[in-house]
């Protein structure tokens, strides 16, 4: 069992920057690939992005959705257990509730269906 706890969320005006943490139990981390979602007011969850070992050859690999891309950078520390969203250059329509989860097969999809684990989400809300 995984348990994942997110934090960093908050308020902030346009513009502005945040940095989601999402803290692992449990062993293995590194072999999981994590994914960043959030989810706005009336709004379905969406994918945001992940960052899954690729081997050796490949190394770390990473992904965004178009709506973040070149503003947040997906990162993580294996000996912390930890994966971070570093969010700049926010819009209002960023806001939303931002969750974390793991996929043990270390895929790294943008499907949620995908992902083992989730945690409970952070709010984000950027003001105009």
């Known amino acids: 069992q995984v348990q994942l706890v997110e934090s960093g969320g908050g308020l902030v005006q346009a513009g502005g920057s945040l940095r989601l943490s999402c803290a692992a139990s449990?062993?293995?981390?590194?072999?999981?690939?994590m994914g960043w979602f959030r989810q706005a007011p009336g709004k379905e969850r969406e994918f945001v992005a992940a960052?899954?070992?690729?081997?050796?050859?490949?190394?770390?690999?990473?992904r965004y959705a178009d709506s973040v891309k070149g503003r947040f950078t997906i990162s993580r520390d294996n000996a912390k257990n930890t994966v971070y969203l570093e969010m700049n250059s926010l819009k209002p329509e960023d806001t939303a509730v931002y969750s974390c989860?793991?996929?043990?097969?270390?895929?790294?999809?943008?499907?949620?269906?995908?992902?083992?684990?989730w945690g409970q989400g952070t709010q984000v809300t950027v003001s105009s």
């Open positions: 989860a793991a996929d043990f097969r270390g895929r790294g999809s943008w499907l949620e269906n995908e992902y083992d684990y």
């Open positions: 449990g062993r293995s981390f590194s072999a999981y690939a």
């Open positions: 960052i899954a070992w690729s081997g050796a050859w490949s190394g770390v690999t990473t």
